[in-house]
């Protein structure tokens, strides 16, 4: 008993292993493809679409596609699956509020300096007057 449980703690490791090496060699193969959104199946699209239905305000027990049939189709998923996909999309959107603030702050900065350019302007030219 004792000798089967590193043995089942080592298959999973090494199914682990396999599995993450198979994601990435098929996600750096597919890159062009999968970074533009062009999933291989309409499957993998309305799982996306029912992630972002989530991180925009859908309840996590509802998994209902509300946008087909009139009363929305329950889907047959887990949201289990999701929180992975989900969590990389939600630091995705952070990291692009925080670069807009970023830039936004920069707009801002050199808007002022031209003001303030504008107003010692604005001043020689009214001591002048």
């Known amino acids: 008993m004792d000798s089967a449980r590193p ?14 090496l198979l994601s990435a060699v098929w996600a750096i193969r597919d890159w062009t493809a999968l970074s ?3 999933l291989p199946d309409t499957d993998d699209v309305v799982r996306l679409q029912q992630i972002r239905d989530w991180l925009g305000g859908q309840a996590f ?3 209902a596609q509300h946008r087909l049939g009139l009363g929305g189709v329950e889907m047959h998923w887990s949201r289990l699956p999701d929180l992975a996909p989900a969590a ?8 692009k509020k925080i670069e807009n603030q970023m830039k936004n ?7 002022f300096q031209i003001l303030k350019k504008f107003s010692y302007l604005e001043l020689y030219l009214f001591q002048k007057i």
């Open 7 to 20: 043995r089942i703690w080592r298959d999973a490791a090494l199914a682990s292993a396999i599995a993450l």
């Open 36 to 38: 533009a959104l062009h």
């Open 61 to 63: 027990g509802d998994l």
């Open 88 to 95: 990389i999309i939600a630091l995705g959107k952070k990291k």
């Open 105 to 111: 702050k920069e707009l801002n900065k050199k808007y």
